[in-house]
């Protein structure tokens, strides 16, 4: 299962607002934005989704994830609000063909499974789904939208970088999607998708796989999907490899790409992580212009993708300073000086 909160990891985690200390109307909130509170139990299920199996953090270290689990559902309850006041709908449709990737691939008996596991409801999961597609939606309205890159920034950035399209020697244009089964410190992917398990690294494999079989661009599920911070934002875009460099990297993956034609896709796993790799394009070495295949449209992407990241960043980091916001349990924590407040749950099974 995936973090409900997803878009949300660019923002700092910030543990409160400033203002009078007011009190909680009850030990169950956790929260209040401009007027409306995030509870316990709703930071609870969001802990559920992201909880690793067969791992037993200690109290201060689960309440640690709890904390950056209820500032990013703080910062998405202001993206929700701005969604509904911008009238921005949510079909039918587009919940249950999120809802359905979600699940990868697994059957009703399976996911049915995790739930329990996981003490969720299907409908835990499609209120949770709903409220981060609807974050996303606002998201891409008022940033992805937004971000235009004119010919002349691209003619800028290939005069200034002129030499990176002077090859020395053949080189190879690669896009990559990245899944791991481990959580990362950072994801910038549109959606925030991030595989915490072997188990989920494989069915996030195969949906991906089949996305891209169904002809969905490259570009577009990397940016989606791919883990890989440095260039999810870009695309996938790795830009142009040069032979030597291919040469370095692990068999299997120069395999892939040198035994590759232009536009296939290889899937390349080992020890639980898997990395989907496009061969865009071959090159001969020398210098190469605006004109040459796949050079303009390469410059457009990295620098939208720059763009983007930081408008991003600058809009969330806005919206929170724009809001109203309490976080008791953040000054709870604070007021007992680091230790696990009594009200506050530890760890399942602990």
């Not at 689990?69 to 587009?94: C, F, H, P, S, Y």
């Not at 398990?197 to 002809?215: H, P, Y």
Request: with cysteine; hydrophobic share 40%; net charge neutral.
């Amino acid at each position: 299962m995936r973090n409900v909160c997803t878009i949300l990891l660019l923002v700092a985690a910030t543990a409160c607002s400033g203002g009078d200390r007011k009190t909680a109307s009850s030990p169950d909130v956790w929260a209040v934005v401009d007027g409306r509170e995030i509870r316990r139990d709703d930071v609870e299920k969001a802990y559920r989704r992201v909880a690793q199996a067969n791992q037993t953090p200690s109290s201060e270290e689960a309440m640690t994830v709890k904390l950056g689990i209820l500032n990013e559902m703080i910062v998405q309850d202001i993206l929700v609000e701005r969604a509904r006041t911008g009238k921005i709908e949510l079909t039918d449709a587009e919940l249950d063909k999120a809802y359905a990737d979600r699940r990868q691939n697994m059957n009703d008996e399976q996911f049915q499974k995790e739930l329990s596991a996981r003490g969720l409801t299907a409908a835990d999961v499609r209120d949770a789904l709903r409220r981060e597609l609807l974050a996303q939606k606002l998201m891409e309205r008022e940033v992805g939208s937004r971000v235009v890159v004119s010919d002349q920034e691209i003619t800028d950035f290939f005069n200034a970088n002129r030499a990176q399209f002077n090859l020395d020697e053949p080189a190879y244009r690669i896009a990559q999607i990245v899944i791991t089964p481990v959580k990362e410190q950072q994801i910038t992917n549109r959606r925030g998708d991030d595989a915490a398990t072997v188990e989920e690294a494989s069915r996030k494999a195969q949906m991906v796989m089949e996305r891209l079989r169904e002809g969905v661009d490259f570009a577009t599920v990397a940016a989606e999907y791919s883990e890989d911070p440095q260039t999810a934002p870009q695309g996938g875009d790795l830009g142009f490899v040069p032979r030597s460099a291919l040469q370095q990297a692990p068999a299997p993956l120069r395999d892939a790409v040198l035994k590759a034609t232009p536009g296939s896709v290889q899937q390349v796993s080992s020890n639980g992580a898997h990395t989907l790799v496009l061969l865009v394009a071959r090159e001969n070495a020398g210098q190469r212009d605006l004109a040459t295949p796949g050079v303009k449209d390469g410059i457009m992407q990295q620098i939208k993708g720059r763009k983007e990241q930081l408008m991003r960043t600058a809009y969330l980091t806005a919206a929170r300073a724009d809001a109203a916001v309490t976080n008791y349990l953040a000054r709870q924590i604070v007021d007992a000086q680091g230790s696990v407040p009594a009200l506050a749950p530890t760890a399942p099974g602990r």
